[in-house]
C-alpha cells in the first residue's frame, strides 16, 4: 500500500503512549517533585510519627518528594490498582485494619491518619501521642472537601 | 445499540464517522457503518484526534486472525478505546490485559471455577433469581425488562465471588457507572469521568474489604481462588486481585443481562415470539442466534507487537488495533442472511465470547444462566408487547439497552405457580 490517506501519523508516539512494548513489571512512575505535579492542596509537613510513617509509604508508592499531608492520592498520579498495594503496606504499618474507602474516596494523609487513630481508638490500643495530634487534624481539616 | 438491517453500504460517507464516538452507539446506526466498512474498507484506520488513532478490523476472520495471535497482538497496552494513549495500570495484572504464557497460568485456576461443579452448584440460585427478577411482569402491568435484566448477573458473580446478596444492588449499579459512564442514566453531574473514577474507586475499595475478609476466612469461590493462585510460585499482588475481581464483575454484567434484551426487542418488533417460544427443542441454537444477534461486547484492543500486513495494509508495531466482535458476527461471508434472527442457524461461529487465549472465562455459566432466563421466560409469558420508549445505552463499549418497557402477557396454567412452569419445562429439557 502506498501511503493513504488513512494511513496512521506514525512518530513513535503510539508505542511510547502504549507503553510498549509491555514493561515485564507493572507501570510504576517515574520519581517526581511535588511542583511537577497538579496538586492544588496546601502544603503541611507530617505532624507526628503517624503522618511521617504515612508520608514515607505515599513517596514510595507515588514516587513524589516532598508530600504534603494534604495531597490528593489520586491527584498526585495514584491509581486504584496502586491504591491496593499502599492500603496493604500501610495496614502492616500500623498494624491494623482500615476500611478501604478511607483511602480511595478520602485520600489524603492527613485523613487517613484520623481514620487510623479511630480504628485504633476503638480497639483501645492506640498511641496516645499520635492520636492526639490526629484529633487536632481533625479539627484543622474540618474545612476541607 | 440498534440492531438495523442496513440496505446501502455505500449510502454512508465514512470519512464523517468516527466509529469510537459513544453517541452513535445511543443515537445512530453503527450496524449501517460497519457493513459499509466490511465491504469498502474492511481494515481501516480511525483517526481519533491529532496524535491518536486506531485500526478497525471488521471482518469475521481478520477479527480471529488479531485474537488468535497475541504475540503479534498483545493485550498489556491496554485492551479497550479509552484506553489508548495512556498506559494501563493493569497491564500484567489483569487477566484481559496479560499475554500467554502468564496469562495461560493466571487463567486455569479461575476457569477451573467456573467450568467446573460451580454451574450445577450456582444453577439454584441463578433460577432463582430469574424467577425473582421476572416476577414483576407477571402481574401483566407493564415493566422494564432493562432493569429486570440488570439485577440477573449478580446471581452468578456474587454466588461465585462469595459476596452477600445484600451487597448485590449497590454493586450493580457501581459496575453501571463504571461500564457506561458516558449515558446519562448513570452518569454523575460532574461528568464522565468523574463517574468513572467515582466507580471505580468505590468498587476497588469494596473489594479490598472483602479481599481482607476473605484472607482470614477462605471459602470455596472465586476471590479464594484468586488469594491462592500462584504464578512461578508468586501470589498476585493485592492491587492484581482487586483488577481481577473487577474484571470478573464487569464480565458478568455485559452478556448477560444485554443479550435477553436485544433478543426480546427483535422478537416483538418482528413479531416472532411465539415462534421460539413454542418450540423448547430450539433452546440452546436459539440462545446460540441471540448471543450472535446482541454481541454486547462490541470491541476489544490490541496493540501490534511488529508489522502485520493485512488485507493490503500495513499494521505498524506499536499501533493499537481495535476488533468489532458485533461486525463480525454480521459478515456476509461467514454468516447467510445475516440480519435475521435466525434461531435455527446452524453452523453458528458467532465471537461473542470472543476468540482465541482471551476467550470468555466466564462462557458456561454465562449459557447457562440465559438458558434458565429464556426457559423460564416461555414457560411464563405468552406474548409480549412494548410499552414505551426504548432507550440505547451510550458506550462504545457495550452494545446495550437501558431502558426496554414491556407487557408480559403470563400464560393461563390453573393452578401452576412461576416456580411450576419452571420445573415442567425443565422436565422437558434434561440437556440442562
Known sequence: MTAGVDEPAHAGTTLAAAGLPAPPVPVTPQPRRREDCSSTAPFEVPRNPLEETLVELWSAALQVTPLSIHDDFFEMGGHSLMAA????????????????????????????????????????????????????????SGGEP | MRHSHPADPYAIELDKINIADPFLFSDG??????????????????????????????????????????HAFTSEGGTLIALIGRPDPASRQQLSATDPPRHTKMRAPIQRF?????????????????????ANGLAGEPFDFAAAMRALPMATFGASMGVPKADWDRLSELAAMAIAYDDPAYRLESGSD????????????????????????????????????????QPLSPGAVLANCYLLLIGSMITVPEIPKSALLELITTGRYAEWAERPDLLDSGVEEALRWGTSANHV?????????????????????????????RDEEVFADPYRFDIRRSPNRHLAFGSGPHYCVGFGIARITLRLLFEELFSSFESFELAGEVVHL??????????????????????????????DHTARSPAL
Open chain 1, 85 to 140: 498495594e499502599l492500603l496493604t503496606e500501610i495496614q502492616q504499618a500500623v498494624g491494623c485494619q482500615i476500611p478501604a474507602r478511607t483511602l480511595y474516596l478520602q485520600p489524603t494523609i492527613a485523613e487517613i491518619a484520623v481514620a487510623i487513630c479511630d480504628v485504633l481508638n476503638a480497639g483501645q490500643t492506640g498511641e496516645p501521642a499520635d492520636c492526639a495530634v490526629a484529633d487536632q487534624a481533625r479539627g484543622s
Open chain 2, 29 to 70: 446506526d453503527p450496524h449501517a457503518v460497519w457493513q459499509a466498512m466490511r465491504i469498502r474498507d474492511p481494515v481501516r484506520w480511525q483517526r481519533t484526534d491529532g496524535q491518536h488513532g486506531f485500526w478497525s478490523i471488521t471482518k469475521h476472520a481478520d477479527v480471529e486472525r488479531v485474537l488468535r495471535d497475541p
Open chain 2, 301 to 329: 484492543l490490541r496493540y501490534a507487537t511488529r508489522t502485520v500486513q493485512l488485507r493490503g495494509k500495513t499494521i505498524r508495531a506499536g499501533d493499537p488495533v481495535v476488533v468489532w466482535f458485533a461486525s463480525a458476527n
Open chain 2, 114 to 134: 467456573l467450568t467446573g461443579h460451580a454451574p450445577t452448584r450456582f444453577e439454584p440460585t441463578i433460577r432463582g433469581r430469574v424467577r425473582e427478577v421476572l
Open chain 2, 194 to 233: 468523574v463517574t468513572m473514577r467515582r466507580a471505580h474507586r468505590e468498587l476497588f475499595a469494596y473489594f479490598q474489604d472483602a479481599m481482607d475478609e476473605r484472607r482470614r476466612l477462605p471459602g470455596d469461590d472465586l476471590l479464594s481462588i484468586l488469594l491462592n493462585l500462584r504464578i512461578d510460585d
Open chain 2, 394 to 423: 451510550r458506550s462504545n463499549f457495550i452494545a446495550g439497552i437501558t431502558r426496554l418497557p414491556v407487557i408480559g402477557k403470563a400464560r393461563s396454567r390453573p393452578g401452576a405457580s412461576p416456580g411450576g412452569t419452571v420445573a
